[in-house]
Every structure is written in structure tokens, then in C-alpha cells.
């Protein structure tokens, strides 16, 4: 039998511990952040992903609450930026979600293998 190709994807959640915060830190917040960044405006990055301004705040607030630290800064009529815990907050996802897809990757033709034994 021919050895077919795997696509494997798993999506990392950060959730703190205390059952009473809302919220995760996760991929789609880190689209959002990207976005801000890029737009320079919440509402500007909320409508390129779809999303009514009021979901992305609460999105924002609630990272934020999970994380324990501002991701974001609002500057009245100049829009919104990342603060430099925002930028952190980024980069330290996408490396950690790099490293989750190389390590799944890697196991996914062992388990295929497993399987078919």
C-alpha cells in the first residue's frame, strides 16, 4: 500500500489556572494583535478579520487578563499600538507554536505507523 501524506495541526491555548478569568490567549488574539499592529487602530484590525470592534476589545481585555500584563495601548485619536509586552506576547507564541508543530510533525508518522503495525 502506497504511504500517504499527513497534514497535522494543533492550535496552542494559554489559560490561567483561576477558573474565574475569562478567556484564553490563543491564535486568534494573536491575529488581532497582528493586526492592531499593522493597522494601528483595534477597530481598523477588527474589520479586516470580520469582527465587531466590541469582540476584539473584549478579546484584547480578556488576553490580557489571562496574561497578567497590557498588550496594547490606546493613544485617543492616533489609533492603538502594541506595547512592548504585546510584541513579546507575539513572538513568544509564534515560537512556541512553531516548536508544537515541528514536535507533532514529527510524532504524527509514528503514531500512522503504530497504527498500521
Keep these: 500500500m502506497e504511504r500517504l501524506e499527513y497534514k497535522t495541526t494543533a492550535k496552542l491555548v494559554i489559560q490561567s489556572c483561576d477558573k474565574d478569568l ?8 494573536v491575529l488581532l494583535l497582528q493586526g492592531i499592529a499593522r493597522e494601528h487602530s483595534i477597530n481598523r484590525a477588527a474589520k479586516s478579520m470580520g469582527m465587531a470592534y466590541s469582540k476584539a476589545w473584549r478579546i484584547v481585555n480578556e ?10 495601548e490606546r493613544d485617543g485619536a492616533r489609533g492603538s499600538s502594541l506595547t512592548p509586552a504585546g510584541e513579546r506576547a507575539i513572538a513568544a ?12 510533525a514529527a510524532r504524527a508518522n509514528d503514531l500512522i505507523d503504530t497504527i498500521k503495525e
Design 93 to 104: 507564541y509564534e515560537e512556541l507554536q512553531a516548536e508544537i508543530n515541528e514536535v507533532i
Design 22 to 29: 475569562p478567556g484564553v490567549f490563543g491564535h486568534g488574539c
Design 63 to 72: 488576553a490580557e487578563g489571562q496574561l497578567g500584563c497590557k498588550l496594547i
